[in-house]
Every structure is written in structure tokens, then in C-alpha cells.
T-cell receptor, first 110, second 116 residues
């Protein structure tokens, strides 16, 4: 059975801090790993990673995948209160099947 | 383009009652997904349709859950009878390409079900 484990499950930081969110996985027929942000509604897509060692970057957010060690990290630099959300990691297998982790609840205090 | 539409947005029922949720995917999207998201957990895929055929329903509790996608467009998900543990947000998503990248799954706003 495909498995995705995220850590930590929650964290509280102050504005301006840098955070690293972790995601490890076990899946057959790996196709890609995705990060989503969820703010009390539907998940919104952040990144898709398919190749090891290639960093994806969007503003203050960046992510990298290690296919040998089966994990990914999502970094957020200079955090803002608007970054407060649940961050979901999902692994895609064949036929677009997504297996999600439990999510990491990030709270950014002013 | 209009997004994925779901209704109702909220529903409260008593255990053993029946409930149905509706999803209208983005126009032209062939693939439709239903996910269950229990509080504090990530979404879990219940069923995936490709047009009006089922691709994957391995995690659908078939003794009480059913889903259909007539004519390959709208879909309904039904629970009969509901249990307390069915309290969750039910998310519908759609994507345009068969076998295309997962990031092209667009999620609807979800239906929050509370079973009392």
C-alpha cells in the first residue's frame, strides 16, 4: 500500500522565520510528488517534482526531491502570516492516483 | 474558465440517514475524482472516473457508498446509511487528460458533512 508521511505535523513560527517541511514516501510506480497548500478550502497546487536534485522555486517557496532516499522538502523563507495553512504532500502513481500525507499545519505569528 | 462546482457546501444529517453530493467538473474534463478528507488528515481517493467508467474504486466502502457519472459529465456520490465516521469534507476534482500530469487535477470547494 502506498504511504506518505509528513513531518512535523504542526509548527508555529514567527514572521520572517524560515521553515522546512518534510515528506517521505513509499509507493509503487512512482510518477511524481506534489505539494499543495490548503487554507480551509480546496487544496491549491504549489509544485510538482519528478526528477531528483532539481529545485523548483516560486518566490519564497522552494522544493526538492530525493528519489534515492524517497523524500522531499518544502522550504519557505521569510514567512508571512499569509503562509499559515496546511501543507499537503502527495505522491502520484499511475492513472493519476494521488496518495496524500496527513498534512503539516503551519502557523505564522506576527 | 469556471471551476469545479459542488453542492451542497454543508450538510448535517443523523446517523443511518442517506445523503448525496453533486459535482460538476470543469467543462471538457474527462477524469473525475472523489476524495474524502477527515479532519486532521489528507484527502483520500474514494473513486476515479474516466468519462463514465470507473478507473479505481479500491478505497470506496461499497457497502454504504456509491457513485455514478452518467453521460461522463456530472457525478453524484451517495452514502446510505451514514455512520458517525463518515463526517468529513468530500472533495471533487477533475482533470482534462487521461494519464496526464496530476497537477492538472483541479479541486472543487468541497462538501462538509457532519453526521450526528
Amino acid at each position: 500500500e502506498d504511504k506518505v508521511v509528513q513531518s512535523p505535523l504542526s509548527l508555529v513560527v514567527h514572521e520572517g522565520d524560515t521553515v522546512t517541511l518534510n515528506c517521505s514516501y513509499e509507493v509503487t510506480n512512482f510518477r511524481s510528488l506534489l505539494w499543495y497548500k490548503q487554507e480551509k478550502k480546496a487544496p491549491t497546487f504549489l509544485f510538482m517534482l519528478t526528477s531528483s536534485g532539481i529545485e523548483k522555486k516560486s518566490g519564497r517557496l522552494s522544493s526538492i526531491l530525493d528519489k534515492k532516499e524517497l523524500f522531499s522538502i518544502l522550504n519557505i523563507t521569510a514567512t508571512q502570516t499569509g503562509d499559515s495553512a496546511v501543507y499537503l504532500c502527495a505522491v502520484e502513481a499511475t492513472w493519476n492516483k494521488l496518495t496524500f500525507g496527513k498534512g503539516i499545519t503551519l502557523s505564522v505569528r506576527p | 474558465e469556471a471551476g469545479v462546482a459542488q453542492s451542497p457546501r454543508y450538510k448535517i444529517i443523523e446517523k443511518r440517514q442517506s445523503v448525496a453530493f453533486w459535482c460538476n467538473p470543469i467543462s471538457g474534463h474527462a477524469t473525475l475524482y472523489w476524495y474524502q478528507q477527515i479532519l486532521g488528515q489528507g484527502p483520500k481517493l474514494l473513486i476515479q472516473f474516466q468519462n463514465n467508467g470507473v478507473v479505481d474504486d479500491s478505497q470506496l466502502p461499497k457497502d454504504r457508498f456509491s457513485a455514478e457519472r452518467l453521460k461522463g459529465v456530472d457525478s453524484t456520490l451517495k452514502i446510505q446509511p451514514a455512520k458517525l465516521e463518515d463526517s468529513a469534507v468530500y472533495l471533487c476534482a477533475s482533470s482534462s487528460l487521461a494519464g496526464g500530469p496530476a497537477y492538472e487535477q483541479y479541486f472543487g470547494p468541497g462538501t462538509r458533512l457532519t453526521v450526528t
